[in-house]
């Protein structure tokens, strides 16, 4: 069975954390200084901080960005639990805007209707890992005095008019867990725009204490006093060593995987019942997932599952959960979008002989 998601670990990741575990020195350290210094040099990232999950990089932001009880953010249901659980847990409201059809990205029309003067952050999902259409919400965010928070979990990689996501609004949130373009089995990183808001999130993300500025004394303590408070959230040397080893490779597999996403965009836009996503040219997905929208789906998915083909639906609308107080009625984009969006395999384990065979199964049709 071609399965939907893989785990890539490198060839060198195993002398890297070997080596980490033969040190001793398990917890963050220089590794993770360094596997941050490379995620900047590699893939343009601005002022980046690795964390141990991408829930704890969406959490850390809200924080920053002064999210507090009562708030009010912005963010699609078509996303994983993660984005809105990290707002309850401030004590905010997830306030559910509508997404585009075409995309699965949040819809900027609907961001406007949702803003009120509760609003305190805007947080766009790059869904699949296509950008958002960030240069409208950054306006919209400085009409209204509002942070914007990228959920990045999907789009590593990714540029939006040339420019990395990552370096673009105030706060960006990416995820190294174990199915992601780059896994440290499970990690984050948070990229910061504030060269002082950096500086907080280096310390927020262990305890409130900044390591590099708190030696240890002759008596052998750490000299601190936390003034705010902190978090768990910092990652481990370990980690770090296997997200080094993965990242080194991952732009050639990121290309690698653009070309597999052409070929599929080629073989399936004119087969009848396929409708694919209309991605704008003004910017590259970095294609965590391949959806598009189907007709007669569960006649699909039944008829690749018969040809060893995974096709799935990947995190339905999360406002359906109760914690988040059951479906909003006037998603009407998000209600399209449910009952004919469906993925087909796309990562590291699926080449080009892969994509033609997978191509070909879906031209037996349905
Ligand atoms: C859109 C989105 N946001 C956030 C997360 C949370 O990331 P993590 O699992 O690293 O905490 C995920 C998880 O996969 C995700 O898909």
Known sequence: ?????????????EAKVSSVLRSTYLSEGEVTKEFEIELERLLGLRNCVALNS????????????????GDEVILPAQTFVASGLTILQQGAIPVFADIDYESGNISTESIKKKISKRTK?????????????????????QENNLIVIEDAAHALGATYKNIPIGAISDFTCFSFQAIKHVTTGDGGALCVNNKSAYEKAISRRWFGINRAK????????????????????HMSNYAAALGKANLTSFPERLQKRLSVATYYTKQLSGVTGINLFKYEPDRQSAYWLFGF???????????????NVMASVVHQRIDRNDVFGGL???LAGQTQFDKTQINIPIHDGIDQEKAEYIVSAIKLGW
Not at 121 to 141: F, R, S
């Open 54 to 69: 991408g829930t704890s990089a969406l959490h850390l932001a809200l924080t920053l960005a002064d999210v507090h009880q």
């Open 293 to 307: 929208h189907v007709e007669n789906r569960l006649n699909f998915v039944k008829a690749l599952k018969d040809r």
């Open 214 to 233: 708190a030696p240890v004394n002759e008596l052998g303590e750490r000299s601190y006093n936390i003034q705010e408070l902190g978090y768990k959230y």
């Open 121 to 141: 952050a805007i947080m766009p999902v790059h869904w699949g890992g296509y950008p958002c259409d960030l240069e409208k919400i950054g306006q919209l965010a």
């Open 1 to 13: 069975m071609l399965s939907l998601f893989h785990t890539y670990v490198d060839p060198t990741a």
């Open 328 to 330: 909003r009625a006037d």
